[in-house]
């Protein structure tokens, strides 16, 4: 089955330490995007690629960082300097930069300790 | 970019009654809209899509309307179900000219009551 895959589900971070989220996706789409949801809000864009090696910050990209070395990966580091990082993190792909059907993961939720 | 809001937080309907959840979207040069379905935990689920060259578009149990007049949107759900409950969000997105991006509101939480 064609999907796009998050992991890992849930990940706990403590003070200082950069964290990695996984995205995956095998449904052969160009563009690739994170999003972070708060509790009772919305989705805010972090970080967008279009095309491999190449990414755009987004609303909120200060403290978080990505690439896009492989089509079907799009991995985001959350860093130290990302002062209020526990939320939920979602990666959504679609099939190119035009395009407004985004297929969504499963999320991540982190947490800091 | 410009944001979209929805004119309520939660709504709470009886199962088999019909839903109606509406958006308020800001943005004049946004041309497509979409709904997402997300469960506790998960990410959204694509519902239903709508471009602004219509103002009604039908599924399976659902319709989208869209004024583009008083920039509104609207999502209705027929004879909802205990699956139906969840959060439900309203995406709009405009085309830039380089690529698509959508800003979603803030999200309508449906419980369905037995």
């Known amino acids: 089955d064609g999907g796009i895959t998050q992991s890992p589900k849930y990940l706990f971070r403590k003070e200082g330490q950069n964290v990695t989220l996984s995205c995956e996706q095998n449904l052969n789409h160009d563009a690739m995007y994170w999003y972070r949801q708060d509790p009772g809000q919305g989705l805010r864009l972090i970080y967008y690629s279009q095309i491999v090696n190449d990414f755009q910050k987004g609303d909120i990209a200060e403290g978080y960082s990505v690439s896009r070395e492989k089509k079907e990966s799009f991995p985001l580091t959350v860093t130290s300097a990302q002062k209020n990082p526990t939320a939920f993190y979602l990666c959504?792909?679609?099939?190119?930069?035009?395009?407004?059907?985004?297929?969504f993961g499963s999320g991540t939720r982190l947490t800091v300790v | 970019g410009e944001s979209v809001g929805l004119h309520l937080p939660t709504l709470s309907v009886q199962e088999g009654d019909n839903s109606i959840i509406n958006c308020a979207y800001s943005?004049?040069?946004?041309?497509?809209f979409i709904w997402y379905k997300q469960e506790s935990g998960k990410g959204p689920q694509f519902i239903i899509d709508?471009?602004?060259?219509?103002d009604k578009r039908q599924g399976q149990r659902v319709t989208v309307l869209l004024n583009k007049t008083v920039k509104h949107l609207s999502l209705q759900i027929a004879a909802t179900q205990p699956g139906d409950s969840a959060v439900y969000f309203c995406?709009?997105?405009?085309?830039?000219?380089?690529?698509?991006?959508?800003?979603f509101g803030s999200g309508t939480q449906l419980t369905v009551l037995p």
């Open positions: 959504a792909s679609s099939i190119d930069r035009d395009s407004a059907g985004y297929t």
């Open positions: 943005n004049s040069a946004s041309d497509y």
């Open positions: 709508i471009r602004s060259n219509m």
């Open positions: 995406a709009e997105t405009p085309f830039d000219g380089s690529a698509r991006q959508l800003t």
